[in-house]
């Protein structure tokens, strides 16, 4: 009986409130507090015991990755509170795909020598539709 339940404390931690002090805790300490909407997150507090699962989990990591950090999910898993998570914070080293001009022939996917193949009368207009039934 759900009603029957106490209701949860989402504010309690894993103990004492231990403050962040360097920028990369404070940096996740803000992070998780918006991840898992805390008013105050400690470094010694455990994600998963705050509520956190690995969908917020993936949420977080993302916040962090556009701050120009990275962050495996294995760790989050094996380090659960900030103050372990810190060490295995990564820069991201952000890829810049070549913006230049293409040039040069490029061969056709499959997809699109079937659609050319097709010789259909209005080839600026093409729809597909798919009916699933469950």
Do not use: C
Not at 23 to 33: K, N
Not at 75 to 81: K, N, W
Not at 99 to 119: D, M, S, Y
């Amino acid at each position: 009986d759900r009603k029957a339940l106490p209701e949860p404390d989402i504010e309690a931690g894993s103990g004492e409130y231990k403050a962040p002090t360097t920028d990369m805790e404070e940096l996740l300490a803000g992070i998780w507090q918006d991840v898992l909407g805390m008013s105050e997150v400690g470094v010694t507090d455990n994600f998963f015991s705050l509520g956190g699962d690995s969908i917020k989990g993936i949420q977080m990591a993302s916040r962090l990755n556009q701050h120009g950090w990275k962050l495996e999910m294995k760790d989050l898993f094996q380090h659960p509170t900030i103050e372990e998570l810190t060490q295995y914070v990564e820069r991201a080293e952000g890829k810049q795909a070549d913006q230049g001009p293409v040039e040069g022939e490029v061969i056709l996917t499959p997809i699109q020598r079937w659609f050319f193949e097709k010789n259909f009368t209005n080839k600026h207009h093409w729809n597909q539709s798919v009916m699933l039934h469950a």
